[in-house]
């Protein structure tokens, strides 16, 4: 069964840094790894999706690489803002099938 | 629609009570998932829909929850005798024939009384 992890559970840091967002998985057969945002109370905002062929995803601000034999993925989000602030979730499909399992998220605050 | 969206945004019931949740997916998108988050975890499968048909129902936490999409489009989740222990955001997500991004509508808040 497909196992995610999120570390930390929450940070805060303060505007203008870069950061990384840390986000395992158990098994490492998968063919996709997204990222999302979940702002209080609302949905969540794909951010960046990589497929198991690939090993990063870019846009703009934010960098996701994935090492899927290690069952690693980061988020590199560079010059944070106040706006970034939000909880940021890891998701694997598991074993291929079309269901994501999600980790417990990352808490991001970002001071001005 | 410019995106998924999800009806009601919010519900309150009482305890033993048969609610109903809808779900819009985007336009054309032939996969429909259906999520469920607690306070503080991350969303938890139900089950996902391709066209009309129930793909994968392994989600499903017991027989009292039923989803139904009969056109391929619209679908809704009901649960039957909810109990206090249902309530959670519902989440609802869809995607493309042979795409692999899920996009999320806003979600749910169930809230049994």
């Known amino acids: 069964k497909q196992e995610v992890t999120q570390i930390p559970a929450a940070l805060s840091v303060p505007e203008g840094e870069n950061l990384v967002l840390n986000c395992s998985f158990t098994?490492?057969?998968?063919?996709?790894l997204q990222w999302f945002r979940q702002d209080p109370g609302k949905g969540l905002t794909s951010l960046l999706l990589?497929?198991?062929?690939?090993r990063e995803q870019t846009s703009g601000r934010l960098n996701a690489s994935l090492d899927k034999s290690s069952g690693r993925s980061t988020l590199y989000i560079a010059a944070s803002q106040p706006g970034d602030s939000a909880t940021y979730l890891c998701?694997?499909?598991?074993?291929?099938?079309?269901?994501?399992?999600f980790g417990k998220g990352t808490k991001l605050t970002v001071n001005p | 629609g410019a995106g998924v969206s999800q009806t009601p945004s919010n519900k309150v019931t009482e305890k033993g009570k048969y609610v109903e949740l809808r779900c819009d997916p985007i336009?054309?998108?032939?996969?429909l998932y259906w999520y469920r988050q607690s306070l503080g975890q991350g969303p938890e499968f139900l089950i996902y829909?391709?066209?009309?048909?129930?793909?994968?129902d392994s989600g499903l936490p017991n027989d009292r929850f039923f989803a139904v999409r009969p056109e391929g489009s619209v679908s809704t989740l009901k649960i039957q005798r909810t109990e206090r222990g249902d309530s959670a955001v519902y989440l609802c997500?869809?995607?493309?024939?042979?795409?692999?991004?899920?996009?999320f509508g806003p979600g749910t808040r169930l809230t049994v009384l």
């Open positions: 990589i497929q198991s062929s690939q």
């Open positions: 997500a869809s995607s493309s024939l042979g795409g692999n991004e899920q996009f």
């Open positions: 829909f391709q066209g009309t048909g129930a793909a994968d």
């Open positions: 998701a694997v499909d598991e074993g291929g099938s079309e269901k994501l399992v």
């Open positions: 336009s054309g998108h032939t996969a």
């Open positions: 098994d490492s057969a998968i063919y996709n």
